[in-house]
T-cell receptor, first 112, second 114 residues
Framework: NAGVTQTPKFQVLKTGQSMTLQCAQD?????MSWYRQDPGMGLRLIHY???????DQGEVPNGYNVSRSTTEDFPLRLLSAAPSQTSVYFC???????????FGSGTRLTVV | AQKITQTQPGMFVQEKEAVTLDCTYD???????LFWYKQPSSGEMIFLIY??????QNATEGRYSLNFQKARKSANLVISASQLGDSAMYFC???????????FGKGTMLLVSP
């Protein structure tokens, strides 16, 4: 049982480049979220989804897009990378509102 | 206003001692859940313990217990008999009934010394 799988684990982008962070879960969880972690800031919510075809914005959505075409996959797209998007990104999934989230291992992104 | 406040940026404890990590929360929702996660230096987020707002008893999971004081809106994590492997960042988080996501505090770095 793989849980939540994030790829890549590390990425370096140049300012202005675009890329997609992949996230897949094999637990048939309805709820999925993307967080970014910056030093001293904790984890901040970027976007989330409560099921296939349904997404919404979190606390820091600017510069990111998401889609949820299947229950399993929840990719995060950076449209035009900026140095301020240098961060560690976590994808997480949850079975229902009463359950905690299971996290992926994270993607460390550096934008130069 | 912050929904989750962790006032201790860093804590030091000696091996085999108990330690309490503080967490206060702010919500007007009568139904909510409180979570603690551990993040070791390797970076993964590990779920430790959960407390529901209607739970009558404090949650326990092995050496972890959650000291839940509803009136004070606090949900402190107690680690008994600390081990060197407990050195990590610890995050408190809340999930309110109207939301499907977690709100995190800024974390407390715990260092356990021999």
């Amino acid at each position: 049982n793989a849980g939540v799988t994030q790829t890549p684990k590390f990425q370096v982008l140049k300012t202005g480049q675009s890329m997609t962070l992949q996230c897949a879960q094999d637990m048939n969880h309805e709820y999925m979220s993307w967080y970014r972690q910056d030093p001293g800031m904790g984890l901040r919510l970027i976007h989330y989804s409560v099921g296939a075809g349904i997404t919404d914005q979190g606390e820091v959505p600017n510069g990111y897009n998401v889609s949820r075409s299947t229950t399993e996959d929840f990719p995060l797209r950076l449209l035009s990378a900026a140095p301020s998007q240098t961060s560690v990104y976590f994808c997480a999934s949850s079975r229902d509102r009463e359950s905690g989230y299971t996290f992926g291992s994270g993607t460390r992104l550096t934008v130069v | 206003a912050q929904k989750i406040t962790q006032t201790q940026p860093g804590m030091f404890v000696q091996e085999k001692e108990a330690v309490t990590l503080d967490c206060t929360y702010d919500t007007s929702d009568p139904s909510y859940g409180l979570f603690w996660y551990k993040q070791p230096s390797s970076g993964e987020m590990i779920f430790l313990i959960y407390q529901g707002s209607y739970d009558q008893q404090n949650a326990t999971e092995g050496r972890y217990s959650l000291n839940f004081q509803k009136a004070r809106k606090s949900a402190n994590l107690v680690i008994s008999a600390s081990q060197l492997g407990d050195s990590a960042m610890y995050f408190c988080a809340m999930r309110e009934s109207g939301y499907s996501t977690l709100t995190f505090g800024k974390g407390t770095m715990l260092l356990v010394s021999p």
